[in-house]
């Protein structure tokens, strides 16, 4: 976001802001999901996520209609908060606890998704306050004085990676849904009626974010929002085929000027920007790109792993794990190995090394049969690994091999950085 876009910069965000912030937000009075509990086993369940278990086991029993028209009944009753319908849509559709296998089930209903501490000694008056459950408002009250102290023109966004804490009540499914998550969001402001047009062309750049990473387009969809949270006009999900489904991975809203002018109206200071091209004070509106950290990297991890059989020249067959990431995000870059510890192939290849470590992140390793090492940098996803050898003291060359198809090249030393980086372009 930052790097490669002139009119976004960067923030670091407190994680506990004043406890107005998230009166301000809404957050204290709207952000819950609806729950039920049931009576015999105890567990407390997301009602969307029993609905949506439901309707997977109508897709592999081969009932992919049904499992639509029940996905979509639920969304009509969740947008309109009609909790006696979902309740009887459970009801409807024999839906029982995986525990204690009955429907022995509660009234549906709300709880707040902030996990909140006391400030100050709890002897003394204390007051609540709440880990942040979205990096989103630290952005948004800070709102001036990013864009005075880095003098940036609307349309303009401030981008920023951080934690953030949610009191999920089923966290699973690995890292895909836990209470304590990296979310990567950035806000970005606009003139009042250019945000539609600006949430078009957010969804579109991020899409073709996520494609230039290597994820194919047939793992990704967008998903439109049947209910809108409390602050958008529009909302769309990046959703990405994980292993247990299409899931949101990322989501892309158009917040209106709700939060700016709520955050005006709770702090009593002005958050309006003058704009010279039409001579106007206003209360931008934002449109937001929000994705968590942790799910991105599931979703690479899922895409890209494999343990693939190869057939050797004798016609055996042996196995290997290998991570089919894309360059740009390959932890490792290049792995440099000196083939044996003696004849001053170390030092050569330290040599390298030095060289290319200036470039981008190496890894040195002497350990081991050649072909051990390779194995180890292909789980984790090395795209490049260089051996030097005997030859390498006479000419300046090394045997290069690369990660998904194990084809090895002889190639120049001098232009090892030009490959790799020509790799992470
Ligand atoms: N500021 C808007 C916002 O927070 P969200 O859809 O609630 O929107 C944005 O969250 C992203 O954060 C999601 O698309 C998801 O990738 C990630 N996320 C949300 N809850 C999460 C959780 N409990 N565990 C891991 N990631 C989560």
């Known amino acids: 976001m930052t790097q490669l876009h002139e009119n976004i910069v960067g923030i670091d965000a407190a994680i506990f802001m004043h406890p107005t912030t998230w009166k ?55 947008a309109a908060d009609d909790y006696t319908g979902l309740r009887q849509l459970l009801d409807d559709q024999k839906i029982v606890c995986s525990v204690s296998k009955t429907a022995n089930w509660t009234d549906i209903r709300q709880f707040n998704l902030m996990f909140d501490t006391q400030l100050g000694s709890v002897t003394e008056e ?21 864009q005075k102290t880095a003098r940036m023109k609307i349309p303009f966004g401030i981008a920023q990676t951080g934690k953030a804490f949610r009191n999920e009540i089923v966290a699973r499914q690995f890292i895909f849904r836990m209470r304590e998550f990296e979310q990567m969001e950035m ?45 958008a006009n529009a909302a769309v999900d990046i959703e990405f085929e994980f292993p247990f489904g299409f899931k949101e991975l990322e989501g892309i809203h158009s917040r209106t000027d709700y939060d700016l002018s709520r955050h005006q109206e709770f702090s009593g200071k002005k958050l309006t920007y003058f704009d010279t091209e039409i001579n106007k004070h206003y209360v931008p509106y934002v449109v937001e790109t929000s994705i968590g950290l942790d799910r991105m990297f599931l979703s690479i991890l899922s895409n890209s792993y494999e343990e693939e ?41 330290h040599d390298i090394y030095q060289k290319c470590a200036q470039q981008f992140r190496c890894f040195y390793e002497v350990k081991d049969a050649i072909g051990k090492r390779y194995r180890r940098q292909d789980a984790i996803g090395t795209p490049f690994c260089v051996t030097v050898d005997h030859q390498s003291l006479e000419d300046q060359t090394v045997t290069i091999r690369h990660r998904d198809s194990m084809e090895q090249q002889r190639i120049a030393i001098n232009d090892l950085i030009q490959t790799v980086q020509a790799a992470m372009a």
């Open 24 to 78: 301000a937000s809404g957050h204290v009075d709207s952000f819950s999901d609806p729950m039920i509990d049931n009576k015999d086993s105890k567990k407390r369940y997301r009602v969307d996520h029993l609905i949506e278990a439901k309707a997977a086991e109508l897709k592999g029993g081969g009932e992919a209609e049904a499992a639509e028209q029940l996905l979509a009944e639920m969304d009509r009753l969740l």
């Open 126 to 146: 204390a007051n609540t306050i709440y880990l942040r459950p979205e990096t989103a408002q630290g952005i948004f009250v800070n709102f001036l004085n990013v």
């Open 187 to 231: 806000q970005f402001f606009v003139r009042p009626g250019t945000e539609l047009e600006w949430y078009e062309k957010w969804k579109q750049t991020r899409f073709d974010w996520h494609l230039s990473l290597g994820t194919p387009k047939e793992k990704l969809r967008f998903h439109n929002h049947v209910k809108l949270a409390h602050y």
């Open 309 to 349: 059989t190869i057939t050797k020249e004798d016609g055996s067959t042996d196995q290997r794990v290998v991570l089919h990431i894309s360059p740009k995000i390959a932890p490792v870059k290049l792995a440099i190995f000196p083939l044996t510890k003696k004849d001053g192939l170390p030092e050569l290849a």
